[in-house]
């Protein structure tokens, strides 16, 4: 079966400081990998996407940058982390060919 | 662009029957999905509709007419664990399948 890991859970990070959030996905090849944002109580805000390893769309101009070293590996980075970066980062997962995707467990952040 | 429109709240008893309404402003998409997120959790998946008319899972049913540009998702026998926030989301034609754009979120509150 198919498992989607994200870490870390939680993440208290101060203004301008770097950000390398991981995550990774098994038993399945060739996923298309998704990182979004969700700030509190609102909806998902799709940030960037990929398809294949070392191919990354842009979704939103921001100091964010997204790469996927390997197949199944989707690493969401900041230089310099600003207030309004934070919220709940979700990494999602879905085959070539289907509708539905399957989410991650989240990443916390808060930048104080 | 692309835009979605949940209420923000909607509150029901126990046993009853609630609908989750969904208008949207798309150029065209390929079909529109219904997430379901608890407090703290990820987004889970519950339901497609790339035809017009009425899906049915289980307790849970989800509709779609692309004339009236509306969907809805439908929980029946509602129970206390169906409180959580329900997402409505469309794959968009202009993203290539990969782009889901999700609604802001209804928060259902279920009560005794």
């Known amino acids: 079966s198919q498992t989607i890991h994200q870490w870390p859970a939680t993440l208290v990070q101060p203004v301008g400081s770097p950000l390398s959030l991981e995550c990774t996905v098994e038993?399945?090849?060739?996923?298309?990998l998704y990182w979004y944002r969700q700030a509190a109580g609102r909806g998902l805000q799709l940030l960037f996407y990929?398809?294949?390893?070392?191919?990354i769309s842009s979704e939103v101009p921001q100091n964010l940058s997204a790469s996927r070293p390997q197949d199944r590996q989707f690493i969401l980075s900041s230089k310099k982390l600003l207030l309004s970066d934070s919220g709940f980062y979700l990494c999602?997962?879905?085959?070539?060919?289907?509708?539905?995707?399957?989410f991650g467990p989240g990443t916390r952040l808060t930048v104080t | 662009g692309q835009s979605l429109e949940q209420p923000s709240e909607v509150t029901a008893v126990e046993g009853a029957i609630v609908q989750i309404n969904c208008t949207y402003q798309?150029?065209?998409?390929?079909?529109l999905s219904w997430y379901q997120q608890h407090d703290g959790g990820a987004p889970t998946f519950l339901s497609y509709?790339?035809?017009?008319g009425l899906e049915e899972t289980g307790r849970f049913s989800s509709f779609l007419s692309r004339s009236d540009s509306y969907g809805y998702l439908l929980l029946q026998e509602l129970q206390m664990k169906d409180s959580a926030s329900y997402f409505c989301?469309?794959?968009?034609?202009?993203?290539?399948?990969?782009?889901?754009?999700f609604g802001a979120g209804t928060r259902l509150a279920v009560h005794p």
């Open positions: 999602a997962w879905r085959s070539g060919g289907s509708y539905e995707q399957y």
């Open positions: 038993g399945t090849s060739n996923p298309n």
């Open positions: 990929s398809v294949g390893i070392g191919q």
């Open positions: 798309t150029s065209g998409f390929y079909g």
């Open positions: 509709n790339a035809l017009d």
């Open positions: 989301a469309v794959r968009p034609f202009s993203g290539g399948y990969n782009k889901l754009i």
